[in-house]
Structure formats: C-alpha cells, structure tokens
C-alpha cells in the first residue's frame, strides 16, 4: 500500500521507533507488498480502472463556524477542484452555520445549496437557533440530503420537528450514490455531546430528540454499514462531528467503513500517519480519517484507491490552504441578497487577534464584549466565555458583517443576582474545567479584575464600581450574604463543565433586550467613528 505522506512521519510522533509503529509499519509492508516511499504523482489517472481498481476524490471542509469569507473561497476552491475532476465528491462536516441570526443561518444554507455537497452532516451548532425547531427551519430550504444517523425522535415527547424533513427525505442517517457503475455510500454523526455544547435556550428547544450515546452509536453504526453492503455498497464513508478521539474509536472498532471525514475537535490531519489518522478496522481493513481544522482556515483534498472489494489500496490525503484563495462572486452576490449590504459601525486602530478558547489569560475582545455586556445591562459583574468570540478584528473600518462573523452566536443576556460565592465559584469552576476538561478557560469579565493562583484558585477579586470606587472580595470564604447583578449570555447559564453554578434560572432579575452580537455592535457604534483601541488592560493575571 502507497500512503502519501509517508510513514516518515511516524519520527514526528514518535512512533516509528516504537512497538506499535514497527508493528504497523511491518504490518502494512507485508499485507501489501510495497514500498512505503512508492511514488503515487502517476496512480490516480482515472475515476475507474479495468482491473477493477476505483478512483475517488474528495474535497472537504468543516467547523466553518458562520463565517462567510470562509464559504465564499471554499466555493472557490469547490469549483476548481469539480472543474478538475467532475467525479468529485464534497463534504461539509458540521457547523456551518451558528447562532440565532436566522437570516444568515438561511444565507448559509442557500450557499451550501450552490456547493451541492455529496454529504453533510450537522454539527452541534446548527442547532443553536432552537434546537430541533430552528434546524428544521433551515433545512426546509436545503436542496441536498443532511444526514445525521445517531439523531432519534424522543418517544416521550408527541411531536417532533424533524419528522417532516425525514418523510421529505432530507434528513436521513445515510444515502448511496452511483457514479460511473459504482455505489457510494454515505452515513452521517452528529455530535454525541451535542446537548451539552449547546445553550439552556437551545436545550429547551430540544425535548423531542435524543442523541445516541457511544455505545449506542456504534452499535447502530455498524448496523448502518451491514445494510448499506447488504445492497451492494462496498465503498463507504463517514461523515462525522464526532471529534477525533470517537473517529479513531470508530475506525478500529466498526467494520466496513473506508473514510470519516471528521470535524469538532478542530484537529488539522495533513498527510496519513498510522495511529495518527490511518487505522485497520477490525477486519483488517484500511480507515482513513480527515479534518481540517476551524473556521475556514483551510480544507482538504484526498484521493484514495479501492481494490475490486471496496478496500483502499492507495491514499493520498492534503490540508490545503483557504485563505489565500479569491472570493466566489456567486457566494458574495447571494450574501447581499439575503442580509443586505454591510454597514460600516467605526473603525478600530489596530488589529485585535482572537485567543483559543482554552487558555487562562485576557482577551482584550472579550473584555470589550464584556464592557458592553455593562454598559448595556446596567449589572454590576458581567461575565463570559472566550468561545463566543470566532474571529480577529483587523485594523481599519468595522461593518456589522464583520462582527456577526466575528461573533455569530446572538445568544440572549441576562441579568442574575449572584453571592459573592457564586461569583467565585464560577471563576474558580472555569479554571477547573481548562485542566479538567481542556474546556473554557479564564471566565471573561467587566466589573472585576482578579488573578489565578500557582494553586489554581483565584485571589486579589476586585469589584470596580462605575464610581471608580472599589472592593476587594473574599476568595477565600466568599459570603452567600452578599449579592451582585451579574449579566452573562445564554451559552453560559447552561452550565457547562465548571459554570454549573450558573444555571440558575430562577435567580434571574432582567432579560436584555438586546443580544450579546447588537451589544456588541452599538457598543462600537457608540464611539462616534472615533478609533477604537482594544487591548489587554490587566483585568485578568495569571501567577507564576
């Protein structure tokens, strides 16, 4: 077997001059015969040979997040990719659209109608628009099938929003495709996490479904594959929002399955390194994994062999740079159709990069976020997570289109009196949660400043009252006495790992009347034209 990529890269991990890697290098060499530096620029020629042999190619994308630059290069990179090879297959792994902006949720469905790709599947964030409800909305505009396998009605619950786009076939858990002679099959997985990367709002929404546990999944997923070879299939791909960690256990533990093309975990898989994104199923049979990252950064292109049984005999898998590619004038031309031209807010004095979402530092984006979750709640506290912020904020004039990609969530704020031990036990949870969970970082703040300890607790909390007055907190033995108006967005008070002392619903004083992306764009508005400059300011030291 040819791999692209080579296993010299087992060096990079490690792994080559280790058990498993001699194993698996050994492994393959033996099961077919070849050399692992076998030059692959001449073995793709055709879609299909005469001996039997079967050429696809696929080009994929995912985590796009709602960003419309980033669909409108990846159009781009679509159309000369087709153009090159018109057998080729596409494939969006979740996450295209986020947020509650309903009207660019549907802008984004149209584009991917003018992509047309051979699978998709849906990620958490489709569902961040109502649940169940807001998804069916949008896929009532879809000209392609959606697949989503682990997704099932809950039987408690009467009605459900999905049924009409199951009966109309375009929700499905799988499909099979025909070219040239040859059947494909596809099968879709969402997120088994799903509910708990989602908002409380979102949750509510979502009563009438219910995602399929590990077990579950794989259990129903080999089931998925019996029947598609049962009719013929013997080329069969995932479309996974899995993350990596549920891709590899997938392709060692599932039979059948030649390639998951995977999203979630953000993971950047360029070449085919074994035991990295290239495993034998249980029956022995190659299983290539893909990702490509987040947020339109980049995508991928791979081309793989089968034999006459449907088995890969030669791979080759590329991460591609998106960025440097033009604009599809088709995607911009829908873009202003449906939202309108952009409108420019202010203007911002220099480039501002966004921060991972798991870190425990400042994010001068998200203490601006957090300055005008202030200003426009009136709490004393405000609160939030880094991972509501998707983008940088280059220098130069702002328009509205780029804050919605920026932050493409419009989660609702509300306004919650807190303890003083509430207020710390949030903090304390979110730094928890980064070692715990390699989830949600420094909580974000307006109103505060405060320093985590070499002993991964916060100190030195200082309230900052609007009358340059302030008040140190007790960190240490924090008051469930004293109360504060803490205002924070709807993703937060969902209580993920480490926040769940902010899901309190029946603590909350006041619904904003604005969400958190208009707080965000009046609060740029609000300077007149006057050049904004956005920068760390202290609010938030680490110890060392």
């Given at each position: 077997?040819?791999?692209?990529?080579?296993?010299?890269?087992?060096?990079?991990?490690?792994?080559?001059?280790?058990?498993?890697?001699?194993?698996?290098?050994?492994?393959?060499?033996?099961?077919?015969?070849?050399?692992?530096?076998?030059?692959?620029?001449?073995?793709?020629?055709?879609?299909?040979?005469?001996?039997?042999?079967?050429?696809?190619?696929?080009?994929?994308?995912?985590?796009?997040?709602?960003?419309?630059?980033?669909?409108?290069?990846?159009?781009?990179?679509?159309?000369?990719?087709?153009?090159?090879?018109?057998?080729?297959?596409?494939?969006?792994?979740?996450?295209?659209?986020?947020?509650?902006?309903?009207?660019?949720?549907?802008?984004?469905?149209?584009?991917?109608?003018?992509?047309?790709?051979?699978?998709?599947?849906?990620?958490?964030?489709?569902?961040?628009?109502?649940?169940?409800?807001?998804?069916?909305?949008?896929?009532?505009?879809?000209?392609?099938?959606?697949?989503?396998?682990?997704?099932?009605?809950?039987?408690?619950?009467?009605?459900?929003?999905?049924?009409?786009?199951?009966?109309?076939?375009?929700?499905?858990?799988?499909?099979?495709?025909?070219?040239?002679?040859?059947?494909?099959?596809?099968?879709?997985?969402?997120?088994?996490?799903?509910?708990?990367?989602?908002?409380?709002?979102?949750?509510?929404?979502?009563?009438?479904?219910?995602?399929?546990?590990?077990?579950?999944?794989?259990?129903?997923?080999?089931?998925?594959?019996?029947?598609?070879?049962?009719?013929?299939?013997?080329?069969?791909?995932?479309?996974?929002?899995?993350?990596?960690?549920?891709?590899?256990?997938?392709?060692?533990?599932?039979?059948?399955?030649?390639?998951?093309?995977?999203?979630?975990?953000?993971?950047?898989?360029?070449?085919?390194?074994?035991?990295?994104?290239?495993?034998?199923?249980?029956?022995?049979?190659?299983?290539?994994?893909?990702?490509?990252?987040?947020?339109?950064?980049?995508?991928?292109?791979?081309?793989?062999?089968?034999?006459?049984?449907?088995?890969?005999?030669?791979?080759?898998?590329?991460?591609?740079?998106?960025?440097?590619?033009?604009?599809?004038?088709?995607?911009?031309?829908?873009?202003?159709?449906?939202?309108?031209?952009?409108?420019?807010?202010?203007?911002?004095?220099?480039?501002?990069?966004?921060?991972?979402?798991?870190?425990?530092?400042?994010?001068?984006?998200?203490?601006?976020?957090?300055?005008?979750?202030?200003?426009?709640?009136?709490?004393?506290?405000?609160?939030?997570?880094?991972?509501?912020?998707?983008?940088?904020?280059?220098?130069?004039?702002?328009?509205?289109?780029?804050?919605?990609?920026?932050?493409?969530?419009?989660?609702?704020?509300?306004?919650?009196?807190?303890?003083?031990?509430?207020?710390?036990?949030?903090?304390?949870?979110?730094?928890?949660?980064?070692?715990?969970?390699?989830?949600?970082g420094a909580l974000q703040v307006a109103g505060l400043r405060y320093t985590i300890g070499k002993d991964d607790k916060v100190k030195d909390v200082i309230l900052l009252r609007k009358d340059g007055t302030q008040e140190k907190l007790n960190s240490q033995n924090p008051s469930t006495d004293k109360f504060f108006n803490v205002a924070y967005n709807t993703f937060v008070?969902?209580?993920?790992?480490?926040?769940?002392?902010?899901?309190?619903?029946?603590?909350?004083?006041?619904?904003?009347?604005?969400?958190?992306?208009?707080?965000?764009?009046?609060?740029?508005?609000?300077?007149?034209?006057?050049?904004?400059?956005?920068?760390?300011?202290?609010?938030?030291?680490?110890?060392?």
């Amino acid at each position: 077997m040819f791999i692209n990529n080579n296993f010299s890269k087992l060096d990079r991990y490690g792994l080559k001059n280790t058990s498993f890697g001699q194993s698996y290098f050994t492994e393959l060499q033996n099961k077919y015969n070849v050399q692992a530096n076998q030059s692959s620029k001449d073995s793709f020629s055709n879609s299909s040979k005469s001996d039997g042999e079967v050429v696809s190619r696929d080009i994929y994308g995912n985590d796009f997040h709602g960003h419309l630059k980033a669909f409108r290069k990846f159009k781009t990179a679509v159309d000369r990719f087709r153009a090159q090879h018109p057998d080729a297959q596409v494939f969006i792994s979740g996450d295209s659209w986020v947020g509650a902006f309903e009207k660019k949720n549907e802008a984004i469905m149209r584009i991917q109608n003018l992509i047309q790709p051979d699978g998709y599947v849906l990620g958490n964030h489709e569902f961040d628009n109502k649940g169940s409800q807001g998804v069916s909305k949008i896929l009532d505009l879809a000209t392609f099938t959606t697949l989503a396998m682990n997704i099932k009605k809950n039987d408690s619950v009467a009605s459900y929003a999905l049924q009409d786009d199951v009966d109309a076939g375009r929700l499905a858990s799988s499909k099979i495709v025909e070219r040239n002679g040859q059947k494909f099959g596809y099968i879709g997985l969402v997120p088994i996490d799903l509910l708990s990367r989602v908002s409380q709002q979102t949750k509510d929404y979502t009563k009438d479904m219910h995602v399929m546990d590990v077990e579950e999944t794989k259990k129903a997923l080999q089931a998925e594959v019996d029947k598609l070879e049962s009719q013929g299939v013997n080329k069969i791909t995932l479309v996974s929002h899995l993350g990596i960690d549920a891709d590899r256990l997938i392709a060692q533990n599932v039979s059948g399955i030649d390639i998951i093309h995977g999203s979630h975990s953000h993971d950047v898989l360029d070449g085919i390194v074994p035991g990295k994104n290239f495993f034998m199923s249980k029956r022995g049979e190659p299983v290539l994994i893909t990702q490509a990252g987040k947020n339109g950064h980049k995508y991928g292109v791979s081309t793989v062999v089968y034999d006459k049984d449907g088995k890969i005999i030669k791979a080759q898998n590329e991460i591609k740079d998106l960025e440097s590619l033009p604009e599809s004038l088709a995607v911009k031309t829908m873009e202003n159709v449906y939202l309108g031209q952009p409108e420019v807010i202010g203007e911002i004095a220099h480039e501002v990069k966004s921060k991972p979402e798991t870190v425990l530092e400042e994010s001068p984006l998200s203490s601006f976020l957090s300055d005008a979750y202030l200003k426009f709640s009136g709490a004393d506290i405000a609160l939030n997570n880094m991972g509501g912020i998707r983008a940088s904020l280059p220098a130069g004039p702002v328009t509205d289109r780029d804050i919605i990609d920026l932050m493409p969530f419009y989660n609702d704020v509300h306004v919650y009196k807190l303890s003083e031990k509430d207020v710390i036990d949030a903090l304390n949870g979110a730094v928890q949660a980064l070692r715990k969970y390699h989830r949600t970082g420094a909580l974000q703040v307006a109103g505060l400043r405060y320093t985590i300890g070499k002993d991964d607790k916060v100190k030195d909390v200082i309230l900052l009252r609007k009358d340059g007055t302030q008040e140190k907190l007790n960190s240490q033995n924090p008051s469930t006495d004293k109360f504060f108006n803490v205002a924070y967005n709807t993703f937060v008070a969902g209580g993920t790992e480490g926040l769940e002392v902010l899901h309190a619903p029946e603590k909350i004083v006041k619904k904003c009347d604005l969400t958190e992306t208009q707080m965000f764009v009046d609060y740029i508005k609000s300077f007149n034209g006057k050049p904004i400059s956005i920068k760390e300011d202290g609010r938030i030291k680490q110890e060392v």
